[in-house]
């Protein structure tokens, strides 16, 4: 049993996620918005990301972002930077002072953020700050920081 316990662990963690056939990421979302997070490969250096985030009763948030990657800081597998821009939405039942439930009923605006990420075998883990503002009802703005760990297929 314990073989087996040690051979899945080395497997995920020396597996490399950039020879992955799919490449498709999912994940979770910790900070100002917490959520489910989508990350689909579209070349070595760019990507769609996409987080939807809701509480029962108070919000539900979509994001979607263009994200590009400079692979070349260490190396192309082993820690890259990040910046992306993106567009977002949802509804909320305004019980918060934070953008994703401060508006009551529907909003929408656009977002910029950039990140760090390390990825070990199967999973990946990411930092990332920057802005989001409201196009509609009004203009409001947010700065944040989240973190996020994904698991590749």
Not at 55 to 71: G, Q, S
Request: hydrophobic share 40%; proline share 3%; charged share 15%.
């Amino acid at each position: 049993m314990y073989r087996c316990i040690l051979t899945l662990i080395l497997f995920l963690f020396l597996h490399n996620p950039v020879f992955c056939q799919h490449p498709l990421g999912l994940g979770a979302r910790w900070g100002t918005v917490n959520g489910l997070t989508v990350k689909y490969w579209t070349s070595n250096i760019n990507s769609l990301d996409a987080t939807l985030s809701y509480t029962i009763k108070e919000y539900v948030f979509l994001d979607l972002n263009y994200t590009w990657h400079y692979r070349a800081l260490l190396d192309e597998n082993t820690l890259y930077l990040y910046w992306s821009h993106g567009a977002f939405g949802g509804k909320s039942a305004a019980r918060n002072k934070d953008l994703a439930k401060r508006f009551s009923g529907w909003y929408t605006g656009a977002s910029i953020r950039a990140g760090i990420s390390v990825p070990v075998g199967f999973l990946d883990f990411s930092v990332e700050t920057g802005g989001r503002s409201t196009a509609y009802p009004s203009l409001y703005g947010e700065l944040f920081a989240e973190g996020i760990i994904r698991y590749w297929f």
